[in-house]
């Protein structure tokens, strides 16, 4: 996550009108030997925390999120909705 802070402090001079933020492009956890709802699990917990190191900088900056499984249909509809108070 402090690469995210950092990210985005660095990119603080962007206007949100003209920059958007990803968390990750097409994460992959199931690799890791997990199954899909085990992958689902690690990574929203993870991109929850990315979104939160990101906002910390840039609160009103579009955060585009993933889903697992290479951002697959299957993959964004089993990730839960974030918690992020910005959307």
């Known amino acids: 996550t402090a690469f995210y802070r950092r990210l985005g402090h660095e990119m603080q001079q962007y206007s949100p009108e ?3 933020i ?3 492009n097409e994460p992959r956890f199931a690799r890791l030997g997990m199954d899909l709802q085990q992958a689902t ?3 929203h917990a ?3 925390s990315l979104v939160d190191a990101v906002r910390s900088a840039l609160p009103h900056h579009t ?3 993933s ?4 951002s697959s249909m299957h993959g ?3 990730l ?4 992020d108070g910005n959307r």
């Open 41 to 43: 699990a690690a990574w």
């Open 80 to 83: 839960p909705l974030s918690t």
């Open 22 to 24: 990803e968390t990750l």
């Open 46 to 48: 993870l991109q929850e």
């Open 67 to 70: 889903g697992e499984d290479l």
């Open 18 to 20: 003209t920059l958007m």
């Open 76 to 78: 964004l509809l089993a």
């Open 63 to 65: 955060v585009i999120l």
